[in-house]
């Protein structure tokens, strides 16, 4: 059986520092943490990988009212209305979207009601209040035709439902005018959730075989290197918003190197021992089929996010190796 060939169905400073895991071995420095007069911020999404993450690293800088869709329903324009004024956020950080991939094919209105209705609101909001807006997207707005790595200005062209609606969401926070930071990502994996890295692991451990796509090549990203990298570019943002040097603007936001799924999930089976598997084949796409065509090139330069907030992201194989860590044998 072939391994998912995309996102898993539901997930300036002249001197550059590597983004820490949140853990015991790499905290975050605590100043400007959660005493009197601490920003209020309203999380999204804290069941998805990167909101699971961002609850933590938030909890540094401000006070979090974290929602999940129990909470808060985005597709529902009436309560987000509701919610948003009644936790009158300082900053929110929308880690929440409709990451279904394939079955957005069949649910075009819901994904833009998550991907694209929904920030817009949120931004319409900030706008109005004077709230600092942090917003997630994606690798998918790109059709992959380039033969380099993508750079924010180079022209979208999303192959997808879910690739049209999070490009809508970005256009719509634009237009609303409020302060914010996007910051498109890729391959996004974590230690918990649905996603690629937990389900090789568990066909490795269930077959001898797997058979998985090597045409299609990006950066494998860890949710907590993403969340760590948005808890210090937010202090840098809020310290610019005191001074009134702050600027709005997009981000390519992810691990640095590149490899194909098959490369990742070769390196998956290479770093865990006891595994049945025996042999990790690569095929094209067009041998595992999907409802959602995949860009061919998921490859994001993250120059102007180094430039702007002084920050890299490792090596993917760093962030593997450090997630898989944190996983029982």
Request: charged share 20%; hydrophobic share 40%; proline share 6%.
């Amino acid at each position: 059986m072939s391994a998912p060939a995309g996102p898993p169905q539901g997930g300036a400073a002249n001197r550059t520092e590597r983004a820490q895991p949140a853990n015991d071995r790499h905290p975050l420095p605590r100043e400007g943490g959660r005493g009197e007069g601490a920003p209020v911020i309203l999380l999204t999404g804290i069941n998805g990988q990167v909101g699971w993450e961002l609850q933590r690293t938030l909890q540094a800088i401000g006070k979090v009212t974290a929602v999940g869709h129990a909470e808060l329903d985005l597709a529902d324009a009436a309560a987000v209305d509701r919610k948003l004024d009644e936790a009158r956020p300082d900053i929110i950080v929308n880690a929440a979207a409709y990451t279904a991939v394939d079955k957005a094919e069949s649910e075009p209105d819901l994904a833009h009601a998550v991907n694209a209705a929904a920030p817009s609101l949120l931004a319409q909001w900030a706008a109005r209040n004077g709230a600092l807006l942090i917003h997630y997207s994606t690798d998918y707005v790109y059709d992959g035709s380039k033969a380099a790595p993508y750079v924010e200005s180079d022209k979208t062209n999303p192959l997808g439902v879910y690739g049209r609606s999070k490009l809508a969401g970005e256009a719509g926070i634009r237009a609303a005018g409020c302060d914010h930071l996007v910051f498109r990502t890729s391959w996004v994996y974590a230690a918990r959730g649905a996603n690629f890295l937990r389900t090789m692991l568990r066909l490795a451990a269930e077959r001898e075989e797997l058979r998985v796509v090597d045409d299609q090549v990006g950066a494998p990203t860890w949710a907590r290197l993403i969340a760590e990298a948005t808890a210090l570019a937010l202090r840098q943002a809020l310290a610019e918003r005191r001074h009134g040097r702050f600027k709005s603007g997009l981000f390519h936001l992810a691990c640095a190197g590149e490899t194909s799924w098959h490369g990742f999930a070769s390196a998956i089976v290479e770093g865990r021992q006891g595994l049945r598997v025996q042999r990790v084949t690569p095929i094209t796409t067009a041998e595992y089929p999907l409802p959602a065509p995949r860009p061919a090139n998921s490859r994001l330069d993250t120059g102007a996010f180094r430039a702007r907030f002084g920050l890299a992201l490792p090596d993917w194989r760093e962030g593997l190796q450090l997630c898989l860590e944190e996983l029982p044998q």
